[in-house]
């Protein structure tokens, strides 16, 4: 763990934001997790409970990242950014989907990756003591 304070002011204000659209999306995979293991059936069993399995824990270590992050991690910050590239990333290839999908999804990536690495975030947790 970090040895940082909680970050102060517009920093904190950031990561409070990030932290809360990350939150949801970690809220999402976990609902898909159960509504895959509600839903199982016949061929898909196996495929089923792994997909399932693998959201869940995708989404519990988003919602961990992301209360650590607020709490002044530096390490937290670093899954956070890639997980929201590759929802970028997703977002924009994503054909037989609702519109406002793509653009929830895109939306809350740009959101968080503003907030993340935003100047006063990375001044919060870029201080790195000498060893």
């Given at each position: 763990?970090?040895?940082?304070?909680?970050?102060?002011?517009?920093?904190?204000?950031?990561?409070?934001?990030?932290?809360?659209?990350?939150?949801?999306?970690?809220?999402?995979?976990?609902?898909?997790?159960?509504?895959?293991?509600l839903?199982?059936?016949?061929?898909?069993?196996?495929?089923?409970?792994?997909?399932?399995?693998?959201?869940?824990?995708?989404?519990?270590?988003?919602?961990?990242a992301?209360?650590?992050?607020?709490?002044?991690?530096?390490?937290?910050?670093s899954?956070?950014?890639?997980?929201?590239?590759?929802?970028?990333?997703?977002?924009?290839?994503?054909?037989?989907?609702?519109?406002?999908?793509?653009?929830?999804?895109?939306?809350?990536?740009?959101?968080?990756?503003?907030?993340?690495?935003?100047?006063?975030?990375?001044?919060?947790?870029?201080?790195?003591?000498?060893?």
């Open positions: 763990m970090s040895a940082h304070a909680k970050p102060t002011g517009t920093a904190r204000n950031l990561l409070l934001v990030a932290a809360v659209v990350v939150l949801a999306e970690a809220g999402t995979c976990v609902v898909l997790a159960v509504l895959g293991l839903d199982l059936g016949g061929d898909s069993i196996g495929s089923g409970i792994g997909v399932s399995l693998i959201l869940a824990v995708y989404g519990g270590f988003q919602a961990w992301a209360w650590r992050v607020t709490e002044g991690d530096q390490w937290a910050r899954p956070l950014v890639v997980t929201q590239i590759i929802q970028l990333i997703i977002a924009f290839n994503l054909a037989d989907v609702p519109t406002w999908i793509t653009v929830l999804l895109g939306s809350a990536a740009v959101v968080t990756l503003a907030c993340l690495l935003s100047p006063p975030v990375t001044r919060a947790l870029g201080d790195n003591p000498p060893v």
